[in-house]
């Protein structure tokens, strides 16, 4: 099992729609957790950062993180076309090397 | 968000020669840089984890001979892919991470070909 799993897609919505991003682990020292959107051939561009359980929006953009569950989500309100890109989620313990464990990504078309 | 560049952005090279690759935070102080490679369609892989001044850390299975890492400064990291094979070519991403923080900023990545 891996220590982060996400669903691979494609999932494609129409403009306008409110997307949805999950991603479930299994290491329960992760305490941080990050969202990334990464364009084709491009590097991965920080969206998201929060720290154990809770809500954080910001902009579009809201992040949740249920620690009891171990299940984080990231959901696009009016999502765009400019949207389409892949998502990574992220995690990291707070002890070690800061390292981040990364989600196979989500690959998101928003279809104008 | 902090802005962390890369160069090349794109290289090609010859079986068994040596390429180096920058990787520079250019508007804050970097004590951890980290270096990823990335295959078409999947995620990233960690390859070695450098603190400035300090040797890397490579995850297993990553040979340090091969790839070399340095962090000589809070702004800048290398890596160097010696006596490259054509399994080398890869997208290569360094993030960069400011003290007692968790979060990372990526580069652009490079695009590595060794015909």
């Known amino acids: 099992q891996k220590e982060v799993e996400q669903d691979p897609g494609p999932l494609s919505v129409p403009e306008g729609a409110i997307v949805s991003l999950n991603c479930t682990y299994s290491n329960s020292a992760f305490q941080y957790f990050m969202w990334y959107r990464q364009y084709s051939r491009k590097g991965p561009e920080l969206l998201m950062y929060t720290y154990s359980s809770g809500n954080k929006e910001d902009g579009r953009f809201t992040a949740q993180v249920d620690k009891s569950s171990k299940y984080i989500s990231l959901f696009i309100r009016d999502s765009q076309p400019s949207d389409s890109a892949t998502y990574l989620c992220a995690m990291s313990a707070v002890t070690g090397r800061r390292a981040l464990t990364f989600g196979s990504g989500t690959r998101l078309q928003v279809q104008p | 968000g902090a802005v962390v560049s890369q160069h090349p952005s794109r290289v090609i090279c010859k079986s068994g020669t040596s390429v180096k690759i920058e990787c520079r935070s250019l508007d804050f102080q970097a004590t951890t840089m980290f270096w990823y490679r990335q295959f078409p369609k999947k995620s990233l892989m960690l390859m070695a984890t450098?603190?400035?001044?300090?040797?890397?850390?490579?995850e297993q299975g990553v040979e340090k001979d091969k790839f070399l890492i340095n962090h000589a400064s809070l702004t800048l990291s290398t890596l160097t892919v010696t006596s490259a094979h054509p399994e080398d070519s890869s997208f290569y991403i360094c993030?960069?991470?400011?003290?007692?923080?968790?979060?990372?900023?990526f580069g652009p990545g490079t695009r590595l070909t060794v015909t």
């Open positions: 993030s960069a991470s400011a003290a007692s923080s968790y979060e990372q900023y």
């Open positions: 450098s603190n400035e001044g300090s040797k890397a850390t490579y």
